[in-house]
């Protein structure tokens, strides 16, 4: 590869890791309740899907290892915001649900963080913003598909 694309390469990687890293500090300042942001994406899927899921199936979705989801459901079930139960046809696996509190929860996340994301996008330009997102979910796709 060229130089030129090195250290493009270089620049692009950076400023995604600055950004990945300040904007995690700010969604952790404005969660309510120590909200953590690996639960709140949890819940945010759970509610969205509206179907049950199984721990291996939320570690796949968020490309994670069992264990490390598990310790994370097992910290929403301690707050009581997610069900977990054994899946009546193989007692084997279970199953997680979004509880009433962890939909309620993550509902008062989406409200405390959309003020602070509303402001970031206002400021740099809805236009401007729209005109990135295809280049950033293309990265995305690509780093999803690609060893």
Known sequence: ???SINATAALLFSELLTADQLLR???NKVLPNKMEISHFSVLNHLA????ERTPAQLARAFHLTRGAMTNTLTKLENAGYVH???DW???RR???AISPAGLAARNAAVAAITPMIADLVA???DTRVKSVLPV???LRLKLETDP
């Open 123 to 125: 400021d740099l330009g």
């Open 89 to 91: 046809e193989d007692a």
């Open 1 to 3: 590869m060229s130089d």
């Open 48 to 51: 969205r899907s509206s179907d």
């Open 94 to 96: 279970k199953m997680v």
């Open 25 to 27: 500090n700010r969604l």
């Open 136 to 138: 950033l979910r293309e």
């Open 84 to 86: 977990i139960r054994p």
